[in-house]
């Protein structure tokens, strides 16, 4: 069972430059998340989905578009790259949340980004 | 909107001491409390959770209680292992929002 899988886990782009990080899950959850980890902010919500074809803002969602097309797929795209966006990224999932029952969210390895 | 503010780190300790790691929080709800662990190069594993007030969440040695009086979730553990170094992030569930974190707290254990 792979649980979530990111992809790639390391890159660096050029400012300007564009690229589309892949979150894998194969455990059926409706929720997924990106997330940003910087030193010192702890991880910052970018965007998220309840569910196949939906997905919505986060904290901190500018310079970020999501896509949702597959219930186990959600892509991450940065269109425009800019040294801001130097971070680690975390994809996570859950199969619920809110409520008394919510449940944990399991996450990726990280996808370490650099722009330079 | 909801918050949670963690201890600010590092945290040195020697084998076998005694942990805290505190953690509050701000919600306007009921949330769901958490204690994730990050090893280095990982990503965040569920240590513990609390889904109510009172409730309390245990794994392998490590503690915390949800005193909704107080709004904290105190992460202890009696013996700390060298094992334990690790950062520890303390969350909260934001209803149909994902999880808020605190910003991490960095434990060393030496031997």
């Known amino acids: 069972n792979a649980g979530v899988t990111q992809t790639p886990k390391f890159r660096v782009l050029k400012t300007g430059q564009s690229m589309t990080l892949l979150c894998a899950q194969d455990?059926?959850?409706?929720?997924m998340y990106w997330y940003r980890q910087d030193p010192g902010m702890g991880l910052r919500l970018i965007h998220y989905?309840?569910?196949?074809?939906?997905?919505a803002k986060g904290e901190v969602p500018d310079g970020y578009n999501v896509s949702r097309l597959k219930k186990q797929n959600f892509l991450l795209g940065l269109e425009s790259a800019a040294p801001s966006q130097t971070s680690v990224y975390f994809c996570?999932?859950?199969?619920?949340?809110?409520?008394?029952?919510?449940?944990?969210?399991?996450f990726g390895q990280g996808t370490r980004l650099t722009v330079v | 909107g909801d918050s949670v503010t963690q201890m600010e780190g590092p945290v040195t300790l020697s084998e076998e001491a005694f942990l805290t790691i505190n953690c509050t929080y701000t919600?306007?709800?009921?949330?769901?409390l958490f204690w994730y662990v990050q090893y280095p190069g990982e990503g965040l594993q569920l240590l513990l959770k609390?889904?109510?007030?009172?409730d309390k969440g245990s794994n392998k040695g490590f503690e915390a209680t949800y005193r909704k009086e107080t709004t904290s979730f105190h992460l202890e553990k009696g013996s700390v292992q060298v094992s334990d170094s690790a950062v520890y992030f303390c969350?909260?569930?934001?209803?149909?929002?994902?999880?808020?974190f605190g910003a991490g707290t960095r434990l060393t254990v030496k031997p």
């Open positions: 996570a999932s859950s199969s619920r949340t809110g409520g008394v029952s919510d449940t944990e969210a399991f």
């Open positions: 455990m059926n959850h409706e929720y």
């Open positions: 989905s309840v569910g196949e074809g939906t997905t």
């Open positions: 919600a306007t709800g009921y949330p769901s």
């Open positions: 609390a889904t109510k007030a009172d």
């Open positions: 969350a909260l569930s934001d209803q149909g929002k994902g999880m808020r």
